[in-house]
């Protein structure tokens, strides 16, 4: 059927393209559809709306998805109808039209992972379609448009199955309007084209052709009167004069030669096209009697324009495309659109980076003339357009949230419905851009947070009413940008958490001791704790076995951090602290015996050199540092990694202080800072076991590998090495002291990868 | 030399595949996002044939077709404009304004190439 003679490399590569627009277009029309619950839709809005349905359909029915193109239809037929304001714009007619954006997502979803959507899917919302469509215009309109499109399938097979055989002998009377030319219509090129139908007479009549003064060169004079043999279908013949069929006065009629035996002929116009014998075809030639008539059209010589050529040279021309579209080939592969401005800029700093490349070689060879002050100079710019390819680069792959904060009108409107709550969501910096992986990672745990903030945080009309606020509960949502962070905030007037409810539930669920003080932070905090729900009766809205401990393990996953503020009666504040970036890291490089580590710096508070005074034991092993009089757990790095030859004395070495997500501190010992750098993020998940304590690895200037420890896991492992080491239950100063042990130990030095992540770096310098 | 075609599409897929089936058919594509691009290429190429969408943003098909046949470089040029399956009044709204014909979507590359070279010497 469609696009039959792309093959299949082409197909999928125009797919993606088409899978990538889908997206981009069904966000912008989820965006507008949101819209129109606020107000309705302006006629700028509808048109975008129906352009967007209509390009979808367009690109589906290249592709054949008839499920998609069928929906699509509709929607679009009841989107055309409103653009000519023939629909009143209500509740009934925007919620279908939401839905129906619902549908079609699904639908276009489905296309793309090649699912077939059972019969009746979306049939709901496309009756209600239908039935508004017949409101509007009573039911034939339905009607008919089904029939064309049925007509139109039946129009192509019958093309292709119209192998009729027999000839019959047609009179084609061709008079064009005066306008015709005006619309570029040429009639030779009908004329070549009814040629290629069979054989061809033309008669040329020069009957209209007025005199030379009130000559318009534009307009079309000449008429003719061809006579084609040929074993096409009148409709074929038709066909060829589609484009012009309003522009021209066009008879075509069948004839049969009768009285074939003496070459003399009468034409008798018959009814009905029917077959002819083989006798008939053989004599029934016509042939014009008056040849100094014949147009000077059909004088020229006709080269056959065969169009099946051409598609013959498109196949041709298919490998050529084959070797770029292979990475498009594989399902997975997706792709992102990106401004040129920033891949023009991409190419300036290379450029620069180039002539600085060059410059240092220059310099190295006129090394000995003693021009360090050049070669200073060069490695300056050298690291400056680096860093600055870098951001370009980060660039290319960042995107405004905007894609995700638009899916969220919806399912508030959704959920606020199925609760019986009013709520208004607000947004604001949704152009903020994150990475494009990010983006992808955040639907989910948004979903789930403003989910939960209807669900347990605004309260039903009447309860808010009685509390003295308005009816309407609202939810903020907004992003902004701090550092190398995106900042998204989640805001609810609700109830707030209720600490005394959270705690007494925390206690009975066994997840906090009866007797535990706990601050209102702490209180907030457990929320977070696994297993973990707040609701009275698991609703069938954010009852679905996950709470906000999955949430938090996703937005670690990403590198950021989740925090809660809350004040009861007023309302519930999330806020979502991610990098900009997965790919690399702001680090502080610090030393540990002979190894490097990079601690993530956003997560270090401050590092100082504590007194003795300032360090106290715990019983059971713990160790604590005080800092200002407050408690701080100190973990020896050292003694955690097995590092020998390390400070071992927290008042030699240096105590880095570093916050987790929620706000819990940890001092880590170190021996010292070496400094501030940014690393490029190495996945070692890929090739080795997990390390408690360490999210990746990177490769320093020096071609060594530092691992970059993981401060959240550090915090919740085992208050002391010994007790990690489950084996050893050495005093800790007998493990110090001899480090030689270690062999017995599991090693996480830099050492132990070297060979697995396959990177040839000395283990030490 | 190769006829040049200008494709006027706000959808990339659709402005691929025109360009994909044409460029194969031997012609040079040029292209265009909407209805203003797609002049102010006119304004410095000239091309062969306009093969333009008609829901386009900024300024649609039909109003495209107008300015071409209403100015002086392209009047005389075949203009084919893109209808889906019962776009009779689209048809006829591109007729109306000077359109030489229409393909429907969805077609298939021989039927582009068949349509094109019906109206494109």
């Given at each position: 059927m469609t696009g039959s003679s792309f093959n299949a490399d082409d197909l999928a590569q125009f797919k993606q393209t088409f899978f990538d627009e889908c997206a981009e277009l069904l966000a912008d029309l989820e965006e507008r559809l949101s819209s129109l619950q606020e107000e309705a839709a302006d006629s700028e809005a509808l048109n975008a709306i129906f352009r967007a349905v209509h390009s979808i359909k367009a690109g589906a029915g290249a592709f054949g998805f008839s499920q998609l193109v069928q929906f699509a239809h509709r929607y679009e037929a009841l989107l055309d109808r409103m653009r000519d304001g023939l629909v009143e714009q209500n509740e009934r007619v925007a919620d279908v039209l939401v839905r129906a954006g619902d549908i079609l997502a699904s639908f276009v979803e489905a296309a793309q992972s090649e699912q077939e959507l059972g019969e009746d899917f979306g049939s709901e919302v496309g009756d209600e379609i239908d039935l508004l469509l017949a409101e509007i215009d009573g039911l034939e309109s339905v009607l008919t448009s089904e029939e064309e499109q049925s007509d139109e399938n039946s129009d192509s097979e019958g093309v292709q199955e119209d192998q009729n055989k027999s000839s019959c002998t047609y009179l084609i009377e061709f008079v064009p309007k005066a306008e015709l030319l005006r619309h570029a219509n040429e009639p030779l090129l009908l004329i070549r084209e009814l040629q290629t139908l069979g054989d061809l007479q033309t008669e040329c009549s020069l009957e209209r052709l007025p005199t030379l003064g009130a000559m318009e060169p534009e307009d079309a004079y000449l008429s003719w009167m061809l006579t084609l043999k040929t074993d096409k279908s009148e409709e074929d013949i038709r066909e060829v004069f589609e484009f012009v069929e309003d522009d021209c006065e066009l008879k075509v009629s069948a004839i049969a030669a009768k009285d074939s035996g003496d070459g003399s002929l009468s034409f008798q116009i018959i009814e009905e096209v029917t077959e002819e014998s083989e006798?008939?075809?053989?004599?029934?030639?016509?042939?014009?009697?008056?040849?100094?008539?014949?147009?000077?059209?059909?004088?020229?010589?006709?080269?056959?324009?065969?169009?099946?050529?051409?598609?013959?040279?498109?196949?041709?021309?298919?490998?050529?495309?084959?070797?770029?579209?292979?990475?498009?080939?594989?399902?997975?592969?997706?792709?992102?659109?990106?401004?040129?401005?920033?891949?023009?800029?991409?190419?300036?700093?290379?450029?620069?980076?180039?002539?600085?490349?060059?410059?240092?070689?220059?310099?190295?060879?006129?090394?000995?003339?003693?021009?360090?002050?050049?070669?200073?100079?060069?490695?300056?710019?050298?690291?400056?357009?680096?860093?600055?390819?870098?951001?370009?680069?980060?660039?290319?792959?960042?995107?405004?949230?905007?894609?995700?904060?638009?899916?969220?009108?919806?399912?508030?409107?959704?959920?606020?419905?199925?609760?019986?709550?009013?709520?208004?969501?607000?947004?604001?910096?949704?152009?903020?851009?994150?990475?494009?992986?990010?983006?992808?990672?955040?639907?989910?745990?948004?979903?789930?947070?403003?989910?939960?903030?209807?669900?347990?945080?605004?309260?039903?009309?009447?309860?808010?009413?009685?509390?003295?606020?308005?009816?309407?509960?609202?939810?903020?949502?907004?992003?902004?940008?701090?550092?190398?962070?995106?900042?998204?905030?989640?805001?609810?007037?609700?109830?707030?958490?209720?600490?005394?409810?959270?705690?007494?539930?925390?206690?009975?669920?066994?997840?906090?001791?009866?007797?535990?003080?706990?601050?209102?932070?702490?209180?907030?905090?457990?929320?977070?704790?696994?297993?973990?729900?707040?609701?009275?009766?698991?609703?069938?809205?954010?009852?679905?076995?996950?709470?906000?401990?999955?949430?938090?393990?996703?937005?670690?996953?990403?590198?950021?951090?989740?925090?809660?503020?809350?004040?009861?009666?007023?309302?519930?504040?999330?806020?979502?602290?991610?990098?900009?970036?997965?790919?690399?890291?702001?680090?502080?490089?610090?030393?540990?015996?002979?190894?490097?580590?990079?601690?993530?710096?956003?997560?270090?508070?401050?590092?100082?050199?504590?007194?003795?005074?300032?360090?106290?034991?715990?019983?059971?092993?713990?160790?604590?540092?005080?800092?200002?009089?407050?408690?701080?757990?100190?973990?020896?790095?050292?003694?955690?990694?097995?590092?020998?030859?390390?400070?071992?004395?927290?008042?030699?070495?240096?105590?880095?202080?570093?916050?987790?997500?929620?706000?819990?501190?940890?001092?880590?010992?170190?021996?010292?800072?070496?400094?501030?750098?940014?690393?490029?993020?190495?996945?070692?998940?890929?090739?080795f076991d997990p390390v408690p304590g360490v999210s990746g690895a990177t490769i320093l200037g020096n071609g060594r590998v530092a691992l970059i420890l993981d401060i959240e896991q550090l915090k919740s492992m085992p208050v002391s090495a010994d007790n990690w080491k489950s084996s050893s239950s050495e005093p800790l100063e007998q493990q110090e002291a001899s480090p030689a042990n270690g062999e017995e130990q599991r090693t996480i030095a830099p050492e132990a990868m070297t060979d697995t992540e396959g990177m040839q770096v000395p283990a030490t310098v | 030399m190769a006829r040049k075609v200008l494709t006027v599409d706000d959808s990339k897929t659709m402005r691929d595949m025109v360009r994909f089936t044409l460029s194969g058919a031997g012609f040079d594509v040029v292209e265009a996002e909407d209805g203003v691009q797609a002049l102010s290429v006119l304004g410095s190429t000239k091309v062969d044939l306009i093969i333009t969408d008609i829901n386009m943003p900024n300024m649609d098909g039909v109003t495209l077709v107008k300015e071409v046949r209403g100015g002086s470089s392209h009047r005389g040029v075949p203009i084919l404009v893109l209808t889906t399956e019962g776009g009779d009044a689209k048809k006829a709204d591109g007729k109306a304004a000077g359109a030489t014909g229409w393909i429907v979507k969805p077609f298939t590359p021989d039927k582009l190439v068949q349509v094109v070279n019906k109206v494109c010497p």
């Open positions: 006798e008939d075809q053989a004599t029934g030639t016509l042939k014009s009697e008056k040849p100094g008539a014949q147009s000077k059209a059909a004088e020229t010589s006709v080269p056959e324009t065969n169009p099946s050529d051409a598609p013959k040279k498109a196949n041709v021309a298919a490998p050529k495309a084959k070797t770029a579209s292979t990475p498009a080939q594989s399902s997975g592969v997706s792709s992102i659109r990106v401004d040129l401005d920033r891949v023009d800029r991409l190419v300036n700093v290379v450029g620069e980076l180039v002539i600085a490349q060059s410059m240092q070689a220059q310099e190295a060879e006129d090394r000995q003339n003693g021009h360090e002050f050049l070669m200073n100079q060069a490695n300056e710019d050298m690291s400056r357009i680096v860093r600055e390819l870098q951001e370009c680069v980060m660039a290319i792959r960042m995107q405004p949230v905007k894609s995700v904060f638009s899916r969220m009108p919806r399912l508030v409107r959704e959920v606020s419905s199925k609760l019986n709550k009013q709520v208004r969501l607000l947004t604001e910096g949704e152009q903020t851009e994150v990475d494009k992986t990010v983006i992808e990672e955040l639907a989910d745990p948004l979903t789930h947070m403003i989910r939960n903030a209807i669900d347990h945080g605004i309260e039903s009309p009447e309860e808010r009413e009685a509390a003295g606020k308005k009816g309407t509960g609202a939810i903020k949502l907004l992003a902004r940008h701090a550092g190398g962070n995106i900042i998204i905030q989640v805001i609810d007037n609700g109830s707030g958490i209720n600490k005394e409810a959270l705690l007494k539930k925390a206690i009975s669920k066994g997840i906090v001791s009866e007797d535990a003080k706990l601050t209102d932070e702490e209180i907030e905090e457990l929320i977070f704790a696994p297993g973990f729900s707040t609701a009275q009766a698991v609703t069938d809205v954010s009852g679905r076995g996950v709470g906000m401990d999955v949430v938090r393990r996703n937005i670690n996953k990403l590198g950021g951090r989740i925090s809660v503020q809350s004040v009861e009666g007023k309302g519930t504040c999330f806020t979502l602290t991610i990098p900009l970036s997965l790919a690399v890291l702001d680090g502080m490089l610090v030393a540990i015996g002979a190894e490097k580590y990079i601690l993530p710096l956003a997560s270090i508070v401050e590092s100082f050199r504590p007194l003795e005074e300032q360090l106290r034991a715990l019983a059971g092993g713990g160790e604590v540092v005080s800092m200002r009089g407050e408690y701080i757990r100190l973990i020896r790095a050292h003694h955690l990694f097995n590092v020998p030859g390390a400070v071992t004395d927290p008042c030699q070495g240096l105590v880095v202080v570093t916050e987790t997500a929620n706000g819990g501190k940890v001092g880590l010992l170190v021996d010292e800072l070496i400094g501030q750098q940014q690393v490029v993020i190495k996945s070692i998940q890929e090739n | -």
